[in-house]
């Protein structure tokens, strides 16, 4: 009941408005003098603005042009329409759980700036993976594959498996693409004339979010393969064999007692040793376990690839009437044989002895030169006497 009571009350003013405008003028109005411009007062902004009119719509028209804002309206509804009507027809044909079906395969244009591939046709039937491999390498560094680390090429061929004369290959970088349409265009190949063009790829299959994670890993391995083609620094030889299959192992090669009498056999099996080895490729060291029971030596040579060649000529042959037993050595027996303090202590002593042997030996070297020398001197010596008497006489 207030609220109709104050309707009603607004109704009142509103028509004691119009009335006071239609008798005294209106207070919120003011025509310009000089063009005749009429202005509104707006309450809310307190400023004057033009009244729109019939003349001045017609007045901006005629300087400013016709915006037909109805026709620009109407197509941006009916675009919306469409739209709405093709997205209703979709919802009304699928089927609650039914997935929506995919669109139809089409060809589409890869980003030039991404695109490394080139499709080649016009190539003999008969080519082979070699022959197209060195043909696009002129132009550039072919891509390899992160997975299997292969150059990424293909040469089609149809349902026999006969080749069709196309192919296509994915170059490591853009400039390669644009240096194969310079080159390789219109090349004559074994009398065949080949043509090159960026290549074009068409879709297969429909989106599977779940490859969207090893699609990212396959990525990072691209990565990694195209720093390591475009690395100036030689590729480095990655040691495929452990380094104690470089060591070969020589058993029956001696026994403990050959070095008693004369310990100076051992240097002579080294140097033998070394010198046989040699020719085999370089030898790093030579060693003569002279206290192990089995007689074992040791060679290290550079590569383990020597090693081999060594193990395969002297396995088996002999040396000072013992039959070898050579192989690689299994990087964990150790052949060192550790002395008691008796066996030390009587193995300094026959060294002493040796020494002492040697020394008696030099020493009556040495007796029976200068008891030669004094000899020789006394017959020269009466042989001068003689021939002295003789000439006097």
């Not at 040697?358 to 029976?368: L, S």
């Amino acid at each position: 009941m207030a609220a109709a009571e104050e309707d009603f009350e607004f109704q009142l003013q509103q028509e004691e408005i119009q009335q006071h405008k239609r008798e005294h003028g209106d207070p919120f109005t003011y025509t310009d003098p000089d063009d005749g411009t009429v202005y509104e007062w707006d309450q809310e902004k307190l400023a004057w603005f033009p009244k729109i009119t019939d003349d001045f719509i017609a007045a901006y028209q005629a300087n400013y042009g016709v915006t037909d804002a109805t026709q620009q309206q109407t197509a941006s509804t009916t675009q919306q329409t469409q739209q709405q009507q093709q997205q209703k027809k979709v919802k009304k044909e699928l089927k609650p759980g039914e997935k929506r079906k995919a669109n139809d395969p089409e060809w589409f244009d890869v980003d030039e700036v991404k695109n490394t591939n080139v499709y080649v046709s016009g190539l003999p039937t008969d080519i082979t993976d070699d022959e197209f491999k060195d043909l696009m390498q002129k132009c550039g560094i072919i891509m390899e594959d992160a997975e299997t680390g292969q150059p990424k090429f293909k040469l089609y061929r149809d349902q026999n498996g006969q080749l069709k004369g196309d192919g296509r290959c994915c170059y490591l970088k853009r400039e390669s693409v644009e240096l194969a349409l310079q080159i390789l265009d219109n090349y004559e190949f074994r009398s065949h004339t080949i043509h090159v063009e960026p290549a074009k790829f068409q879709l297969k299959g429909a989106y599977n979010p779940a490859l969207k994670k090893k699609k990212k890993k396959k990525q990072k391995k691209e990565k990694n393969m195209q720093e390591r083609l475009l690395d100036w620094r030689p590729e480095r030889k990655e040691p495929l064999r452990p380094k104690h299959e470089r060591v070969m192992i020589i058993r029956n090669m001696f026994h403990p007692k050959d070095f008693e009498e004369d310990p100076l056999v051992l240097n002579e099996i080294s140097d033998d040793l070394r010198e046989e080895c040699e020719k085999f490729g370089i030898v790093k060291k030579v060693l003569l376990f002279d206290r192990h029971p089995d007689g074992v030596a040791s060679v290290a040579f550079k590569e383990a690839e020597m090693a081999d060649a060594a193990v395969a000529a002297l396995n088996a042959r002999w040396f000072g009437g013992r039959q070898l037993n050579v192989a690689l050595w299994d990087g964990v027996t150790d052949y060192q044989i550790q002395e008691t303090d008796r066996e030390r202590e009587e193995r300094l002593k026959k060294w002493e002895e040796f020494l002492d042997k040697g020394a008696d030996i030099k020493k009556e070297v040495t007796t029976e030169a200068t008891t030669s020398t004094t000899t020789t001197a006394a017959s020269s010596s009466t042989a001068g006497e003689s021939d002295r008497g003789k000439t006097e006489g």
